[in-house]
């Protein structure tokens, strides 16, 4: 009998398995095909010579490189401090006190990291002055504007959820404001800082837009020397190896920021809500939201100011101008918006079938495909851009002149993100509901209908409206995969850049506010679209 | 409907949460199970749902074997311990979900919508937001979604656990007028000795997966299986005796002022003021008193013990041995 049984929840427990291992299979094999593959086509060019094995010493140690991989390190370093510096106020602010529009200060907040990087760039093109455009002040503020968002959304959470009666005890205790902060405060906070820390370090290591844009020709990192050599010099071989290196780097970097994010734990509840700030909290917060929100708006107002500049005053010239051919493209810039939306749809579409079971398996505890999901989010786009190029040059796959391969590129980037988002609600569903459902007599499929999709259509929509963003302002795989004659608009942004004259530059500034426009509609429209069902 | 479970075994990654349950309830009746917690109460109760498989065992309805029978098709209702209220739907929506899934005509859904509303005291509450609802009326709305298929046999899990005070009281009273109106059999699952004792026309008691005793609630106070059982249920007059325990109930302890003993403790709960005495010969006593004029704390008492109240019962030595106090 006891045999019987075991063999009975063995067949139950089988099934599981296959049905389990059927999920996790499709992001797997696609991950292994457009991500494996191209990393290890990168590792045996920049490696193995005429079959055996020759690691391009005189490539690592050269002084050029030792310059890059120094400045590569130094910029992430600096940035990473100074969004720190920049981001904490605006974390207590809205972490500690309830104010009226708190929410609408916190959507704001996020704006700038949904926003693509060549428009940041860009943006602050139109915002510094002369001399200080393209300098390494330009490329450090870029970063922290970017990445604020990043400090105020992790740090933020975690104080938020941190119980306000802890400092009450300690005050009953006899501990002041300052020995409140030491004792309390930091320690508590300490791995959200940390973790904070790690993704915007991350960020900005392996930042491509902002550094080709606001670097120019004086500031390379190892990420923009990559593109610079495989696609400006076609040396090959010193861009796998600098891949190489950067590739070494991100890993370190991705596993020590897996360990931080992992100590910060899962969310938990404030024990009372956050009161009103009165007294100098009521000045100290209102100054701190009024001048970051000033500050985070300068680029983008810039932006659409000098997009409407021409000679002699303001107007919709450069809007125009996206209708007519240029020098610049093979196409109109009109037409780089449709491929991009075209693309970006596609993209969106792959990066939901692979992450949608992708997020299924992480929810059910799947740790190893969450540390490898999140491999392509810190493996840089360039590089993957890179790999892209030399794994798919050849046949069996040969997608070099295949308008698939630029969406599969950026489905590639998008597709954490969609895990990312979507995982929490998958873990955060009640159990209970479905049985329920089951219970009033509800057949599995009816389930699914009435209780699993509805309850999943909001996190279902901003998983999709990120994807789509996230795909339509790619650049860094994009621009290395593109065809000349399918440019998307952050390629079209670039190439107008790289070209002399004032024409060019607001013919930039007006795809960028275009880009800006789409970008901002997909986060708003996934956000708000699902109405009624999604209460 | 009767519903019977036969020799039901249950295990969950390897451990054997339920075994050889046998229980019986007749139709139109009432059956509280009652255990502490991780008894497997639960874990039984979603094998009669059909939310889980028993590794062995059978269960019947009306003499039919339905082991095999998915949730869907058993027909059977359950309200879990908080609601578990679809979010997404209105209160009306929630209600009517069964009735709709069954395929049933609007018309018909509204009238069963509103005739399940009306049952649980919560009618015209039906456009109601479900996250609006306090935690008292979170639960009737469970229950007239429960109510709303008409199922035959009603299950319910710790229905009471998250609510307390008077509410608890009240929406227990409701529950027993419900369950006789309607004339349902019901399976209801608790940990709370007096819930059980108020909900179910008897009481089966569950220990570390399997069935201690089922009696009704007067004959499992007059006659604990054993002295585990006794404790469980909140008898403290328990002295070991070798393989035999003295279970001396607190009703049969009568205290006057005089000789022989002191009082320890008084507790008052409502009307009933338990009394804690230490004899001359050093036994400790529970007592109850009721009313008022309690003897004080300190003063000297005479103690009279009905021997109708004295049961002999074998002691308990399996798991839990020394658990379930009530203290």
């Not at chain 1, 740790?367 to 892209?388: N, T």
């Not at chain 2, 046999?153 to 027993?176: F, Y």
Request: net charge positive; charged share 20%.
């Amino acid at each position: 009998m006891d045999r019987h049984r075991r063999a009975l929840s063995h067949a139950h427990g089988g099934r599981r398995h296959a049905a389990r291992a059927a999920t996790a299979g499709i992001p797997v094999a696609f991950l292994a095909v457009f991500f494996a593959w191209p990393l290890v086509a990168i590792l045996r060019r920049s490696l193995v010579v005429d079959g055996s094995l020759d690691v391009p010493v005189d490539v690592l140690t050269a002084s050029s490189t030792r310059e890059i991989a120094w400045f590569t390190l130094w910029q992430a370093t600096v940035s990473t401090a100074l969004t720190l510096l920049a981001g904490l106020p605006l974390a207590w602010a809205l972490a500690r006190f309830s104010f009226r529009g708190r929410s609408v200060v916190e959507a704001l907040v996020l704006v700038p990291f949904v926003l693509p990087t060549i428009v940041v760039a860009t943006a602050f093109l139109a915002l510094l002055p002369d001399g200080v455009e393209r300098s390494v002040w330009a490329i450090l503020l870029a970063h922290v504007f970017f990445n604020v968002a990043v400090v105020v959304r992790v740090v933020g959470a975690f104080w938020a959820g941190l119980d306000q009666r802890l400092w009450d005890a300690a005050a009953t205790l006899g501990a002041g404001p300052v020995a409140r902060s030491l004792r309390l405060t930091v320690p508590l906070l300490a791995p959200a800082l940390a973790a904070a820390a790690s993704i915007v370090f991350l960020f900005c290591f392996t930042s491509f837009g902002v550094i080709v844009v606001l670097g120019g020709i004086h500031y390379a990192t190892l990420e923009t020397e990559i593109y610079n050599q495989a696609a400006r010099l076609f040396d090959l071989r010193t861009a796998a190896a600098l891949a190489l290196l950067q590739l070494a780097a991100v890993a370190a970097v991705v596993v020590v920021s897996g360990a931080l994010e992992r100590r910060l734990g899962g969310a938990r509840r404030p024990g009372r809500p956050a009161p009103r700030p009165t007294g100098r909290r009521r000045v100290a917060v209102v100054t701190i939201v009024a001048v970051s929100l000033g500050l985070l708006s300068l680029p983008p107002l810039a932006l659409v100011v000098r997009s409407l500049q021409v000679s002699g005053g303001y107007g919709l010239d450069h809007f125009a101008a996206l209708f007519d051919a240029t020098p610049a493209l093979l196409v109109t810039p009109w037409h780089a918006v449709l491929n991009s939306l075209l693309f970006a749809t596609t993209a969106a579409a792959i990066a939901l079938a692979v992450g949608v079971p992708a997020a299924v398996s992480v929810a059910r505890g799947s740790r190893g495909l969450d540390a490898l999901l999140m491999l392509p989010l810190g493996a840089s786009a360039a590089m993957l851009g890179f790999g892209f190029v030399l794994a798919f040059a050849d046949p069996p796959l040969d997608l070099r002149s295949s308008i698939w391969i630029v969406p599969l590129a950026q489905a590639l980037v998008a597709t954490p993100f969609v895990v990312r988002s979507l995982a929490p609600a998958l873990r955060a569903r009640d159990p209970r509901l479905p049985e329920v459902a089951a219970v009033l007599g509800a057949t599995p499929s009816q389930v699914r209908r009435e209780i699993e999709l509805p309850l999943l259509a909001r996190p279902l929509a901003v998983a999709a409206g990120l994807a789509f963003a996230v795909a339509l302002g790619e650049f860094g795989a994009t621009v290395f995969v593109v065809r000349a004659e399918w440019p998307t608009l952050p390629v079209a942004i670039f190439r107008f850049l790289g070209r002399p004259g004032a024409d060019n530059v607001g013919t930039a500034m007006a795809l960028c506010v275009v880009l800006m426009a789409l970008v901002t509609a997909a986060a708003l429209v996934s956000q708000r679209a699902i109405g009624r069902a999604s209460r | 409907m009767t519903l019977a479970l036969e020799g039901i075994d249950v295990q969950l990654s390897g451990r054997r949460i339920v075994e050889d349950v046998s229980l019986e309830v007749p139709s139109a009746d009432r059956l509280a199970v009652l255990g502490p917690s991780g008894a497997g109460k639960s874990t039984l109760l979603r094998v009669v749902a059909g939310l889980e498989r028993p590794s062995a065992g059978r269960v019947l309805v009306d003499g039919r074997d339905v082991t095999r029978v998915p949730a869907h098709r058993r027909g059977i209702g359950l309200v879990f311990q908080e609601a578990a209220l679809f979010p997404h739907r209105t209160v009306a929506e929630n209600v009517g979900f069964g009735p709709k899934v069954a395929g049933l005509p609007r018309a018909d859904r509204e009238a069963r919508v509103a005739e399940a509303l009306e049952l649980v005291g919560l009618a015209g509450t039906g456009e109601r937001d479900v996250t609006t609802l306090s935690g008292g009326e979170a639960q009737r709305i469970a229950l007239a979604r429960a109510l709303a298929p008409r199922p035959s046999i009603l299950l319910l899990d710790e229905p009471l656990g998250a609510l307390d005070g008077p509410l608890r009281l009240r929406l227990q009273e409701d529950l027993r007028a419900l369950f006789e109106r309607l004339a349902l059999t019901v399976v209801h699952v608790t940990h709370d000795v007096g819930e059980a004792f108020a909900l179910g026309d008897r009481v089966a008691i569950l220990r570390a997966g399997r069935v201690a005793q089922t009696a009704a609630p007067d004959d499992l106070w007059a006659h604990p299986e054993d002295d585990w059982v006794a404790r469980f249920l909140g008898m403290r007059n328990i002295r070991r005796d070798g393989d035999r325990a003295t279970v001396v109930r607190p009703e049969a302890v009568r205290v006057q002022p005089g000789e022989g003993a002191t009082v320890l403790a008084c507790d008052r709960d409502g009307a009933v003021v338990r009394v804690r005495l230490r004899r001359d010969d050093g036994v400790e006593l529970d007592a109850l008193a009721v009313g008022v004029g309690a003897p004080a704390l300190g003063s000297r008492v005479s103690v009279e013990v009905d021997p109708a109240g004295v049961v002999d019962v074998p002691v308990w030595r399996g798991p839990l041995d020394t658990a379930p106090d009530r203290e």
